[in-house]
């Protein structure tokens, strides 16, 4: 089995950043049974939304357009750990953010696509 823990979460100043870390473990490595991992946030009464995903072969991205040239995706493979870099944060960035493993091609923006979930850590900006 795969675990995730993020970190990294907090409380910032809008136009302020934030690292967040996703730190995978187990059996078996994230990066040989999964195809990519991905950010993902949701705030109490709404849908988890997409946030980010890097596919862990290519390295390639896609963010949501909501985080687009404000927050990066990125990962090192060696420490099966990924990163969200988020910049120039906003109130409406507050929410938790879960990192996941998984997806599959044409299908990364959704949460039913992915099979190992972390446990959220809470991001809140405040004006």
């Known amino acids: 089995q795969v675990q995730l823990v993020e970190s990294g979460g907090g409380l910032v100043q809008a136009g302020g950043s934030l690292r967040l870390s996703c730190a995978a473990s187990?059996?078996?490595?994230?990066?040989?049974?999964?195809?990519?991992m991905g950010w993902f946030r949701q705030v109490p009464g709404k849908e988890r939304e997409f946030v980010a995903f890097?596919?862990?072969?290519?390295?390639?991205?896609f963010h949501a357009d909501s985080v687009k040239g404000r927050f990066t995706i990125s990962r090192d493979n060696a420490k099966n750990t990924v990163y969200l870099q988020m910049n120039s944060l906003k109130p409406e960035d507050t929410a938790v953010y879960y990192c996941?493993?998984?997806?599959?091609?044409?299908?990364?923006?959704?949460?039913?696509?992915?099979?190992?979930w972390g446990q959220g850590t809470q991001v809140t900006v405040s004006s």
């Open positions: 187990g059996r078996t490595s994230v990066t040989s049974i999964t195809y990519g």
């Open positions: 996941a493993a998984g997806g599959r091609v044409g299908g990364v923006r959704g949460a039913s696509n992915y099979e190992y």
């Open positions: 890097i596919r862990w072969t290519t390295g390639n991205t």
